[in-house]
């Protein structure tokens, strides 16, 4: 190897030694974004809330530098943690302070970190306890910490910090007013003789507003810059009074209403309709929802197993809805890719309605209605395809209702009232001090179960402390919904960032396309066996005690004929349900081929054109 080629590798490892180091110094927390939907780069919502901080805020961010030497993976992580703030601290116009605390172990900072309320972790170098997360305060010496930064929910980094930091700079919480019918809070469950938690929806909405519970005997509602209704049943018409004027007073409302509540149906043991409507408010808002009925949708219905082991069944009313489903020119359905439903009811403008009704969730075409009091004997979700005919309609699930609006008791209402000294009561009349507005703010959504916890999040426990995991947007549905209604919108776009859930479109859609193919043929099939069972049974009856004698020869053989074509049925249908999967198979296996050999193929003859190329300049 002669002096010049020596030369040339000896200054490009100089070079490339000067570039890491420069690079390292002068581009630290540079970042060039190339992931989909920009996953690593500052949302608007984001730069927004910290040029517009009310009040100073300080984080002390806690991490175990030498505990974790061990731990790379953690430690990048720490890192871009680490290298977040310090660009929420240079865009905050001097409004956000980070400290970075370094916890050696054993040190005083540990101790400090613990009382400050940081979850400690074992697994460090030496078996050593690893802390990771903050404190963030305000002027006024208000507090959050985050226990412990958990890894796994990177895509929520962002949207996490900006929430925390936007609650402590805000001298004030939007206060939301809340009403529900169902256990939200949690309960006590008669079926388990156990006490149910707290719906994690209601935790969601916990940490960045300031919730006052409205009574069924609530005169007004008042100071509340949002309602919240839950599944409201039989409500007193005190209360829809008090509805009906702060709405007419352009109070913002969000209900959720539902034809089946399912979290509610078990009743003393036995499945019974438990539903929740509004209909004299929802007459003069100007909406039609039929509580007898709910929703079946053979596209968007998912796939269940009947008990352990059990085969799949598609359930007509267990619907998940993805971006086709939902408006994309509203703000609320801003970044959401999956919304699970169960059990839901129909809505659509009343007819002659004065208000504006725009749909923001609907069902597919392959719908239709369905009486609701088969949900108390459905034992078998399969049997909802027996009559199940598309109406090639899509029906309305949520949507908004704006415009003109009149009181729905223009003549007030007559209440009962106790008298002061307990003896007796007396009647009095409530007149409407709002009578008409002319631009009302509604969001109806006509399911309540989409709230509950096994339709969207999984809670775990993580060294004493309960982690919600979410695997659906039920969540962010109404966190965007509450946020909009009560003017924090620039939240919406924060959460709306860092989705890693990629689902395989092309995948669901030859499953349900071979399944509608077959389906036909399955149901003769199976009609088929049932005929040949019963004529099977007949001729066993007619056996004496189990003596084959006392049939005759014919009947033998239509015996022996019948468990014949049973098991020829029977391998039908074994082949009926192996050719639903072969097209996926095929889809698989064509894409494994483009994986393995024509990918490598491409990189190999752009390398070579390269090659080539730069053959042809150096001999030019």
Same mark, same amino acid.
């Given at each position: 190897?002669?002096?010049?080629?020596?030369?040339?590798?000896?200054?490009?490892?100089?070079?490339?030694?000067?570039?890491?180091?420069?690079?390292?110094?002068?581009?630290?927390?540079?970042?060039?974004?190339?992931?989909?939907?920009?996953?690593?780069?500052?949302?608007?919502?984001?730069?927004?809330?910290?040029?517009?901080?009310?009040?100073?805020?300080?984080?002390?961010?806690?991490?175990?530098?030498?505990?974790?030497?061990?731990?790379?993976?953690?430690?990048?992580?720490?890192?871009?943690?680490?290298?977040?703030?310090?660009?929420?601290?240079?865009?905050?116009?001097?409004?956000?302070?980070?400290?970075?605390?370094?916890?050696?172990?054993?040190?005083?900072?540990?101790?400090?970190?613990?009382?400050?309320?940081?979850?400690?972790?074992?697994?460090?170098?030496?078996?050593?306890?690893?802390?990771?997360?903050?404190?963030?305060?305000?002027?006024?010496?208000?507090?959050?910490?985050?226990?412990?930064?958990?890894?796994?929910?990177?895509?929520?980094?962002?949207?996490?910090?900006?929430?925390?930091?936007?609650?402590?700079?805000?001298?004030?919480?939007?206060?939301?007013?809340?009403?529900?019918?169902?256990?939200?809070?949690?309960?006590?469950?008669?079926?388990?003789?156990?006490?149910?938690?707290?719906?994690?929806?209601?935790?969601?909405?916990?940490?960045?507003?300031?919730?006052?519970?409205?009574?069924?005997?609530?005169?007004?509602?008042?100071?509340?810059?949002?309602?919240?209704?839950?599944?409201?049943?039989?409500?007193?018409?005190?209360?829809?009074?008090?509805?009906?004027?702060?709405?007419?007073?352009?109070?913002?409302?969000?209900?959720?209403?539902?034809?089946?509540?399912?979290?509610?149906?078990?009743?003393?043991?036995?499945?019974?309709?438990?539903?929740?409507?509004?209909?004299?408010?929802?007459?003069?808002?100007?909406?039609?929802?039929?509580?007898?009925?709910?929703?079946?949708?053979?596209?968007?219905?998912?796939?269940?197993?009947?008990?352990?082991?059990?085969?799949?069944?598609?359930?007509?009313?267990?619907?998940?809805?993805?971006?086709?489903?939902?408006?994309?020119?509203?703000?609320?359905?801003?970044?959401?890719?999956?919304?699970?439903?169960?059990?839901?009811?129909?809505?659509?403008?009343?007819?002659?309605?004065?208000?504006?009704?725009?749909?923001?969730?609907?069902?597919?075409?392959?719908?239709?209605?369905?009486?609701?009091?088969?949900?108390?004997?459905?034992?078998?979700?399969?049997?909802?395809?027996?009559?199940?005919?598309?109406?090639?309609?899509?029906?309305?699930?949520?949507?908004?209702?704006?415009?003109?609006?009149?009181?729905?008791?223009?003549?007030?209402?007559?209440?009962?009232?106790?008298?002061?000294?307990?003896?007796?009561?007396?009647?009095?009349?409530?007149?409407?001090?709002?009578?008409?507005?002319?631009?009302?703010?509604?969001?109806?959504?006509?399911?309540?179960?989409?709230?509950?916890?096994?339709?969207?999040?999984?809670?775990?426990?993580?060294?004493?402390?309960?982690?919600?995991?979410?695997?659906?947007?039920?969540?962010?549905?109404?966190?965007?919904?509450?946020?909009?209604?009560?003017?924090?919108?620039?939240?919406?776009?924060?959460?709306?960032?860092?989705?890693?859930?990629?689902?395989?479109?092309?995948?669901?859609?030859?499953?349900?396309?071979?399944?509608?193919?077959?389906?036909?043929?399955? +149901?003769?099939?199976? @009609?088929? &066996?049932?005929?040949? %069972? *019963?004529?099977?049974?007949?001729?066993? /009856?007619? !056996? #004496?005690?189990?003596?084959?004698?006392?049939?005759?020869? +014919?009947?033998?053989? @239509?015996? &022996?004929?019948?468990? %014949? *074509?049973?098991?020829?049925?029977?391998? /039908?249908? !074994? #082949?009926?349900?192996?050719?639903?999967?072969?097209?996926?198979?095929?889809?698989?296996?064509? &894409?494994?081929?483009?994986?393995?050999?024509?990918?490598?193929?491409?990189?190999?003859?752009?390398?070579?054109?390269?090659?080539?190329?730069?053959?042809?300049?150096?001999?030019?």
């Amino acid at each position: 190897m002669n002096s010049s080629i020596i030369l040339k590798l000896v200054s490009a490892f100089v070079a490339l030694f000067l570039i890491i180091l420069l690079s390292s110094n002068l581009l630290s927390g540079v970042r060039l974004d190339l992931s989909e939907g920009g996953l690593y780069s500052l949302s608007d919502g984001t730069e927004s809330i910290l040029e517009n901080l009310e009040s100073d805020v300080t984080i002390d961010y806690y991490f175990s530098e030498q505990a974790t030497s061990q731990l790379p993976a953690l430690r990048t992580y720490a890192k871009r943690v680490e290298e977040l703030l310090t660009e929420y601290e240079s865009k905050s116009n001097g409004k956000l302070s980070i400290n970075k605390i370094d916890l050696a172990p054993f040190s005083e900072q540990e101790d400090e970190a613990a009382l400050a309320g940081l979850q400690s972790v074992p697994g460090g170098a030496r078996g050593d306890e690893i802390y990771f997360g903050l404190v963030a305060k305000n002027a006024a010496g208000r507090e959050e910490v985050v226990p412990f930064i958990q890894p796994d929910k990177e895509a929520f980094l962002e949207y996490d910090l900006t929430r925390l930091i936007s609650a402590l700079s805000r001298e004030t919480l939007p206060k939301i007013g809340i009403y529900s019918g169902a256990d939200i809070r949690g309960g006590f469950d008669v079926m388990s003789r156990q006490q149910t938690p707290e719906w994690a929806a209601l935790q969601f909405i916990n940490d960045n507003f300031d919730l006052e519970w409205i009574e069924d005997d609530a005169d007004a509602i008042e100071g509340v810059d949002m309602l919240l209704l839950i599944a409201p049943q039989d409500l007193s018409q005190r209360l829809q009074l008090a509805i009906d004027q702060y709405a007419l007073s352009g109070g913002k409302v969000m209900v959720f209403v539902d034809p089946y509540i399912e979290t509610m149906a078990m009743m003393n043991g036995m499945a019974t309709v438990q539903s929740s409507n509004i209909s004299a408010l929802f007459e003069s808002w100007g909406v039609a929802f039929d509580e007898s009925q709910f929703i079946t949708d053979f596209e968007n219905s998912m796939v269940v197993s009947l008990g352990q082991g059990g085969q799949p069944t598609r359930h007509l009313g267990l619907l998940s809805l993805g971006p086709n489903a939902l408006s994309q020119d509203d703000v609320v359905m801003f970044g959401l890719e999956s919304i699970n439903l169960s059990s839901v009811g129909a809505m659509s403008a009343a007819e002659g309605a004065s208000t504006v009704f725009t749909p923001v969730i609907q069902s597919s075409a392959q719908s239709a209605l369905a009486d609701v009091n088969v949900l108390t004997t459905l034992n078998d979700p399969s049997t909802l395809m027996n009559d199940f005919v598309p109406t090639e309609q899509r029906y309305t699930i949520a949507a908004r209702v704006g415009g003109p609006a009149e009181s729905a008791f223009p003549d007030g209402i007559t209440v009962s009232e106790e008298l002061a000294d307990g003896e007796g009561s007396v009647d009095l009349k409530l007149e409407p001090s709002v009578l008409s507005s002319e631009n009302v703010n509604i969001m109806i959504v006509a399911d309540s179960d989409v709230l509950s916890d096994r339709l969207w999040v999984q809670v775990q426990n993580f060294f004493g402390q309960q982690i919600i995991s979410p695997w659906a947007d039920n969540g962010s549905l109404l966190l965007n919904s509450v946020e909009n209604l009560s003017g924090q919108s620039e939240l919406i776009s924060i959460r709306g960032q860092g989705r890693y859930s990629r689902p395989f479109e092309r995948v669901e859609a030859l499953q349900r396309d071979a399944e509608e193919r077959f389906l036909a043929q399955q +149901e003769a099939l199976e @009609a088929q &066996l049932i005929a040949t %069972e *019963e004529q099977m049974f007949e001729l066993e /009856q007619m !056996r #004496d005690g189990g003596d084959v004698v006392s049939l005759t020869e +014919e009947q033998n053989k @239509a015996l &022996l004929r019948f468990q %014949e *074509e049973k098991l020829k049925i029977r391998k /039908q249908l !074994r #082949d009926v349900q192996h050719q639903l999967d072969q097209d996926i198979d095929a889809l698989g296996t064509k &894409l494994k081929l483009i994986n393995i050999f024509l990918v490598p193929v491409l990189i190999c003859f752009f390398a070579l054109m390269l090659g080539f190329r730069q053959r042809r300049i150096a001999n030019a």
